[in-house]
């Protein structure tokens, strides 16, 4: 029997309520992770009763699509949220409950309480929950952090916030240049603003690129009329007398500007996982292949949880979309007894920046030196289609392989096509493919799309050529 508990404002039950006798799961959080959970589970089970509880407004929709709605690249806000909670009441029978935050979790007792948007607290039961609780923007404890123009970017609502902003602004700074910093820099720049990226490390993109692949980057958005200045911290944000951004300090030289940006990272969510008495890891949530924490009958995925990177076996974090989807699948299909594991990460990424693209798999050169492990790098730079075939663009490969040959990482940056060439490294580095391999695979071929040698061959080509030399000269 399944019960729902309704509490006065000193926290004494007023009612319970009993109802029906079958198997109760909650997932608290409506990112991709919790809702890929919710609609395994229904794909396989359609008796559950399923219950999403969550702190937003707007459901079912992905924060990387934010920034190019900020730059009208996309239409509207509206635009890039694929289903409301009524969608998924009436075709999946998923009850999400909106604008509500869960206090406490009971785990003893398999009970949860939450606060509604009514500012009501009710109790429910369950035999199985989902923490897909995702993970806070960062901001430093910098002063001024708190004035009007400072904003953080994670939800539907920051980019509303942000976008109105912008249009009676004339300038910012974007604290951190990651993907979703960079993104949103250069939708700034593109609505007319002057903008300037802070970054502490010495390159931008600094857990995506190797610094040699960065400044390719770099050089194109500088180009775009973005300004950089990189090893240097944000010091301290000022206001005017209304308590509005007029600029930032950043090395104890002054900057005006009319709006921050911070997008210093993000930090997983894991208050009710420790109320709930869950292990936690050295970052996040600890959890099995099975996506099950350290109590049976609770699971956590997403932004919120540990992951093993595939390469050095060690524990990682993997903040993206298709990590969380992946992970919601496999605790959906476990809760309804279906064997489901969830794999080693190589943390796959790709961004769209203007007209360049993004992506990298796999351990950087950076990385390897930091795992004290030796590489030999390969690289190609070439076209994406036949020479002569016109609207061909640059893409500059590189492809990182230990003293194996093995590949163990690949980063590419270009005009066109890169998405599709990091998932077939992706596949080719699970695999443990070597640079001899890759340089002797078959490639398809068409001028309009292609080179007649792939470019991934090209850069393989390279790393071979490289091995020859070295075992020559031994």
């Known amino acids: 029997m399944k019960f729902i508990y309704i509490y006065d404002k000193q926290d004494t039950i007023l009612n319970i309520i009993k109802i029906g006798e079958e198997m109760r799961v909650v997932i608290i959080g409506s990112g991709a992770a919790g809702l890929t959970t919710a609609s395994t589970i229904r794909k396989y089970n359609k008796e559950m009763d399923i219950i999403v509880i969550t702190k937003e407004k707007h459901i079912a929709y992905s924060p990387c699509a934010i ?6 690249e996309i239409p509207s806000f509206e635009d890039i949220v694929m289903h409301t909670p009524e969608e998924y ?21 398999n ?48 980019g509303m916030k942000i976008k109105e902003y912008a249009e009676n602004s004339k300038s910012a700074i974007v604290a951190g240049a990651g993907a979703i910093g960079l993104e949103t820099a250069y939708a700034l720049k593109k609505l007319g603003l002057d903008v300037i990226v802070v970054e502490m490390a010495p390159q931008i993109l600094p857990r995506a690129l190797d610094i040699d ?11 775009a009329g973005i300004k950089f200045i990189l090893e240097k911290p944000l010091g301290k944000i000022v206001g005017d007398e209304d308590g509005k951004v007029s600029g930032a300090v950043i090395d104890g030289d002054l900057y005006n500007c009319d709006m921050v940006i911070m997008a210093t990272g ?13 292990e936690i890891g050295r970052w996040a949530i600890k959890v099995n292949e099975k996506m099950q924490t350290s109590i049976p009958n609770i699971y956590a995925v997403g932004d919120c949880v540990e992951v093993v990177d595939l390469i050095t076996k060690q524990i990682t974090l993997s903040p993206f979309g298709t990590t969380a989807v992946r992970q919601g699948k496999v605790a959906g299909k476990n809760i309804v007894g279906i064997d489901a594991k969830f794999n080693p990460v190589l943390n796959a990424m790709v961004s769209k920046i203007g007209d360049i693209e993004i ?28 020479r002569y075939y016109p609207g061909g663009k640059l893409i500059d490969i590189k492809l990182i392989c230990d003293m194996n040959k093995n590949i163990v990482g690949c ?32 490639f398809c071929y068409a001028p309009p799309v292609s080179m007649v040698i792939d470019p991934l061959a090209l850069a393989a080509e390279n790393a071979c050529d490289k091995f020859k030399k070295m075992e020559k000269n031994e």
């Open 213 to 223: 692949m960065a400044k390719i980057v770099m050089k194109y958005l500088e180009d």
């Open 411 to 442: 980063q590419i940056v270009g005009g066109e096509r890169v998405a599709e060439r990091v998932d077939a490294m992706s596949i080719a580095i699970a695999k443990n493919m070597t640079c001899d391999e890759l340089a002797n695979m078959e």
């Open 266 to 278: 993000v930090r997983p969510n894991t208050e009710l996982a420790k109320k709930a008495g869950c």
């Open 111 to 158: 009970k949860i309480i939450y606060k509604d948007k009514g500012n009501n607290k009710i109790g429910l039961t369950y035999d199985y929950l989902v923490l897909a609780t995702g993970g806070s923007p960062f901001v430093p404890p910098i002063e001024g952090a708190d004035l009007e123009g400072v904003f953080k970017l994670r939800t539907i609502e920051d």
């Open 89 to 109: 009441k009436k075709d999946r029978n998923i009850n999400v409950i909106t604008e509500s935050e869960v206090l406490d979790i009971d785990s003893k007792n």
């Open 359 to 386: 992506a990298g798999t796999g351990m950087s050169e950076l990385g390897a030196h930091q795992n004290r492990l030796d590489v030999i790098v390969g690289r190609a730079r070439a076209l994406t289609r036949a």
């Open 67 to 72: 920034p190019y709605v900020i730059c009208n």
